[in-house]
């Protein structure tokens, strides 16, 4: 069974910082194979693309409304994907999400081009 586990989220003041982590889990999903996104979801609203990393390459992509504050990065050797967030602001408040995409590029920004999914961390920013 493949299971991505996301941690680190939390609350933090506006400004702050956090680290989201997912690691994966299972017999089968080595996230070498995966392209691995961030989603997120806040409440009344839609689950909308933050940030990925392609599977081969290294090449991001970032949401418009993150981009110079985010950094997605993965550490094949352990299997794990992570978020830093920098400067965050209360709008940032979701549930965030951790998907795989097997051989996924840097372009799939859309949820249902994800076939694995977190279960979610809460990111609450105060003002």
């Known amino acids: 069974q493949v299971q991505l586990i996301e941690s680190g989220g939390g609350l933090v003041q506006a400004g702050g910082s956090l680290r989201l982590s997912c690691a994966a889990s299972?017999?089968?999903?080595?996230?070498?194979?995966?392209?691995m996104g961030w989603f997120r979801q806040a409440p009344g609203n839609e689950r909308e693309f933050v940030a990925n990393?392609?599977?081969?390459?290294?090449?991001?992509n970032y949401a418009d409304s993150v981009k110079g504050r985010f950094t997605i990065s993965r550490d094949n050797a352990k299997n794990t994907v992570y978020l830093q967030m920098n400067s965050l602001k209360p709008e940032d408040t979701a549930v965030y999400y951790c998907?795989?995409?097997?051989?996924?590029?840097?372009?799939?920004?859309?949820?249902?081009?994800?076939?694995?999914w977190g279960q979610g961390t809460q990111v609450t920013v105060s003002s």
């Open positions: 299972g017999r089968s999903l080595s996230i070498s194979n995966y392209g």
């Open positions: 990393i392609a599977w081969s390459g290294g090449i991001s």
């Open positions: 998907a795989a995409a097997f051989r996924g590029r840097d372009y799939y920004t859309a949820w249902h081009q994800y076939t694995y």
